[in-house]
T-cell receptor
């Protein structure tokens, strides 16, 4: 069965303090690894899709990378508005399997 | 584009009653819609996948007689929680994809918080 494990569970950062979130996965037939942002009481908001090892994507202060076993979401010089839960998910043949998320809190 | 809405956003009901949640794709036609459940501090768990005009496919462990899914049109899917009990209290989220060949690209709704007393 597909497994997605995210670490750490929670991350408290000072504004401007860069850090990385980890997503390790085991899946048969990976058809994409996804990163989402979820604010409290809201649905997931799409950030990135990565399809093959070595691929990288960037959006503002976020950068996602992918290897054969894990993905990293790097947050560079975060701001308080980057506070959210970041979800990782893998897609196999027919469904998305999500990790439990990393809750990031950025203090001003 | 690709906006998905859910209604209601919040619902509180008594144990034993049924609750219907609507999921709509507002600016595109969704051939496939997905229903997820999320408990506090846990991951989203897929409950079922529904294709327009056909019966939903339920994940293992999800009771199809308790969670009724209807996908009557290309823009609307409904989830009915029948005879709800406190353990059904959760955050229900739907998503929609434009075509069956790209089901990995899903657009998520804002979620519905269900509290069963």
């Amino acid at each position: 069965e597909d497994q997605v494990t995210q670490s750490p569970e929670a991350l408290r950062l000072q504004e401007g303090e860069s850090s990385s979130l980890n997503c390790s996965y085991t899946v048969s037939g990976l058809r994409g690894l996804f990163w989402y942002r979820q604010d409290p009481g809201k649905g997931p908001e799409f950030l990135f899709t990565l399809y093959s090892a070595g691929e990288e994507k960037e959006k503002e202060r976020l950068k996602a990378t992918l290897t054969k076993k894990e993905s990293f979401l790097h947050i560079t010089a975060p701001k308080p508005e980057d506070s959210a839960t970041y979800l990782c998910a893998v897609f196999n043949d027919y469904k998305l399997s999500f990790g439990a998320g990393t809750t990031v809190t950025v203090r001003a | 584009g690709a906006v998905v809405s859910q209604h209601p956003s919040w619902v509180i009901c008594k144990s034993g009653t049924s609750v219907k949640i609507e999921c709509r794709s507002l600016d595109f036609q969704a051939t496939t819609m997905f229903w997820y459940r999320q408990f506090p501090k846990q991951s989203l768990m897929l409950m079922a996948t529904s294709n327009e005009g056909s019966k939903a496919t339920y994940e293992q462990g999800v009771e199809k007689d308790k969670f009724l899914i209807n996908h009557a049109s290309l823009t609307l899917s409904t989830l009915t929680v029948t005879s709800a009990h406190p353990e059904d209290s959760s955050f229900y989220i739907c998503s929609a994809s434009r075509d069956r060949g790209s089901q990995e690209t899903q657009y998520f709704g804002p979620g519905t918080r269900l509290l069963v007393l």
